[in-house]
Structures are given as C-alpha cells and as structure tokens.
C-alpha cells in the first residue's frame, strides 16, 4: 500500500509539530519545501531521543539521499501536526523512513512522503554501518 493510503494506525511514533507563522506561503498554507522541514525534525529528533544521534560528536551522520513527498490536503498556521514515523526498511548502512502529516484529529494524512539517509563516517563521508543502539531504535519503528 502507498504513504497516500496509510491511516494513522500505519505509523509507530509519533511527533506533535506546531506549524509557525513563517511557514505560510503568500497562497496562505504552509509552503510545500516546509513539509520536508516537518519531516526531517520528526526523523532527527526520533533519532537524537531514542537512537542517541550525537549531532555535534558523533563518528557517524545520516546524509539524505532521496526525498518524496505527496501533498493531499493544505496545512497552515496555526495548525498543529501529528508526525508519524515508520522505517520501510532498514539496511546495514541505510534507511527509509516513511511519514505521514496529519491534522490533529484526521485519519488520513495531508501529506505523506519518505527520506532515504545514508550513514557515513563523519570525517570520510563512506558508507559505515548503522550503529548500536540507533539500530535497536529504527528497528522497533519497522513495518512489514
């Protein structure tokens, strides 16, 4: 089944993102490169919080790789978002996470997409398989 298809049920984290009132565009919603603002915070603080990403640190850094993002409904100031998160797949050194933007409340999502992030050796930029424990972390948000 597609992100555009996939209810609430679908995602196994969850992130409240309050929209701000730079992210509305002249057209008076939250402008579309915005939505891959919203994914990437969802991402990174799901890995700061529950893999222990080191930001400033660490050996290894995800680099984005492929995005997609499919929009179905408008946000915009002032809404409130539930960012939900799920890996689709999990590699040695890569993963996609799929998300999904919903309005407080809605079952289906306003927008839904994916980020492929390839983990490298901060210092060489190769390819480094994905340390413990953000292994064990992406590995409880995995789907069939």
Same mark, same amino acid.
């Given at each position: 089944?597609?992100?555009?298809? &996939?209810a609430?049920?679908? #995602?196994?984290h969850? /992130?409240?993102? !309050?929209?701000?009132?730079?992210?509305?565009?002249?057209? $008076?919603?939250?402008?579309?490169?915005?939505?891959?603002?919203?994914?990437?915070?969802?991402?990174?603080?799901?890995?700061?919080?529950?893999?222990?990403?080191?930001?400033?640190?660490?050996?290894?850094?995800?680099?984005?790789? &492929?995005?997609?993002?499919? #929009?179905?409904k408008? /946000?915009a100031? !002032?809404?409130?978002?539930?960012?939900?998160?799920?890996? $689709?797949?999990?590699?040695?050194?890569?993963?996609?996470?799929?998300?999904?933007?919903?309005?407080?409340?809605?079952?289906?999502?306003?927008?839904?997409?994916?980020?492929?992030?390839?983990?490298?050796?901060?210092?060489?930029?190769r390819?480094?398989?994905?340390?413990?424990?953000?292994?064990?972390?992406?590995?409880?948000?995995?789907?069939?």
């Amino acid at each position: 089944m597609s992100e555009a298809q &996939e209810a609430r049920a679908a #995602y196994r984290h969850w /992130l409240v993102i !309050p929209t701000r009132w730079m992210d509305n565009d002249v057209y $008076g919603h939250v402008n579309n490169v915005v939505y891959y603002s919203y994914f990437d915070t969802a991402i990174n603080a799901y890995l700061i919080e529950a893999g222990k990403l080191d930001i400033e640190k660490g050996p290894v850094i995800g680099l984005c790789v &492929e995005s997609q993002c499919r #929009y179905f409904k408008p /946000l915009a100031f !002032p809404d409130v978002i539930d960012a939900g998160l799920r890996v $689709g797949r999990l590699g040695s050194s890569s993963v996609r996470y799929e998300v999904g933007l919903f309005h407080q409340k809605d079952e289906a999502p306003a927008a839904a997409g994916h980020f492929v992030h390839v983990f490298v050796d901060r210092e060489n930029r190769r390819p480094t398989p994905i340390p413990e424990p953000m292994r064990s972390a992406l590995a409880r948000l995995v789907t069939s």
